[in-house]
């Protein structure tokens, strides 16, 4: 898509900022626009994603404006074809800068943070050779590991953490409810495997008794009708850890076979928010979940009208990202941080770097709606 000239010129261009906790602090934001020349003499941006996460960044800077504290934006492209940062400022012509080369000119310009790149493995690349007055801060990237990068910080939670998080949360009910039982269902992939293990490690983590787990073919070639509506006495969880609608679709037939006070269906925040279930089959028992976007975000209107005044879009997930990470940074707070989008709450890797563990959990009850589960239940 084409970038407004106004925000074009903003983005690759050095920006001065306010913000609330560094003096006189210099930050770098290195994301894969994808940026071309075109018959105007402007540019476009091939990489909307960029573009909007770099739009809620910028709307989040625009908003601490009345702050004696300035933040200096340094603003670049990355090619992720050649691992290669893009320095459009200093010359006429492009400047191709190796993540070695590139780090060093951030420890000598005396940079706090180097916001992006977007995938894993570049963000790893740049913290690889980051000096220790510099952070790289991978802000989308599930996949980040941050073993043995002391300079690394993984913004986005881990990629199976809801999993986990919903194991440790079911082995505690388990001790409440002894006479109640764990059904896990197995949709016979590898993302449904490694979501099992997740589930399973963090069942044991909370002292569960991982035998006791009652595992489920949940393919939709399996008789789950028959099956999940079979046993009507025993008090259960259902534990769905994948959006796949044909089977979430099966398995939610099956429980409407079920009386509802012995049912509750737990599951991740992508089979709850699928625009392709049936609501009537999803909400007619107790659904549990866990998710790592808050689920209040849409209500900040303020936050909404600062976006849209930049994007001229505030639905943008990337941007409402790019707006938190932002003000996360901005706070600096070494413990955790509520954004308006996503929750930060940090752990440390051994001689590495930090990474997100944050996580929401949600109860929905027929009749009484959604409601809000206390992270501190699981401790």
Do not use: C
């Amino acid at each position: 898509m084409g970038i407004k000239k106004h925000l074009l010129a903003a983005a690759f261009s050095v920006l001065a900022f306010a913000a609330s906790a560094q003096s006189g602090a210099r930050w770098a934001l290195v994301l894969p626009f994808g940026l071309e020349a075109d018959t105007t003499g402007s540019g476009i941006a091939r990489n909307t994603m960029a573009l909007e996460f770099y739009a809620g960044f910028r709307a989040a800077l625009d908003s601490t404006s009345k702050s004696s504290w300035p933040i200096t934006l340094d603003v670049y492209d990355f090619d992720e074809a050649t691992g290669m940062v893009v320095d459009h400022q200093a010359a006429a012509l492009p400047r191709y800068l190796s993540p070695s080369d590139f780090m060093q000119q951030q420890a000598d310009r005396d940079v706090r943070y180097v916001v992006g790149p977007f995938r894993a493995v570049d963000s790893d690349a740049l913290a690889k050779h980051a000096k220790s007055t510099t952070y790289v801060v991978n802000p989308v990237s599930r996949d980040v590991v941050t073993d043995q990068r002391p300079q690394l910080i993984a913004a986005a939670p881990t990629r199976f953490l809801e999993a986990e998080v919903l194991g440790r949360l079911a082995a505690k009910d388990a001790v409440a409810k002894p006479r109640s039982r764990t059904v896990l269902f197995d949709l016979g992939d590898a993302a449904s495997a490694q979501q099992r293990r997740a589930f399973v490690r963090g069942y044991a983590a909370a002292g569960g008794d991982t035998l006791a787990i009652q595992t489920w073919d949940g393919r939709p070639s399996a008789n789950l009708a028959a099956r999940v509506g079979g046993d009507d006495l025993v008090p259960t969880r259902f534990v769905l850890l994948d959006d796949k609608v044909l089977s979430a679709a099966r398995i939610l037939q099956g429980l409407r076979q079920r009386p509802a006070s012995q049912t509750e269906f737990w599951t991740v925040s992508s089979t709850v928010n699928s625009p392709s279930l049936d609501a009537f089959l999803l909400l007619r028992q107790p659904i549990i979940w866990a998710q790592t976007d808050r689920l209040e975000f849409a209500a900040y209107s303020e936050v909404e009208a600062q976006i849209s005044a930049v994007l001229g879009d505030s639905k943008s997930r990337w941007a409402w990202l790019g707006y938190d990470t932002a003000l996360m940074l901005s706070v600096n707070d070494p413990d955790r941080y509520t954004g308006t989008r996503r929750s930060y709450r940090w752990s440390f890797s051994p001689d590495g770097g930090q990474f997100n563990t944050a996580v929401e959990l949600y109860r929905y009850e027929p009749g009484q709606g959604v409601n809000p589960l206390p992270f501190p239940v699981l401790n």
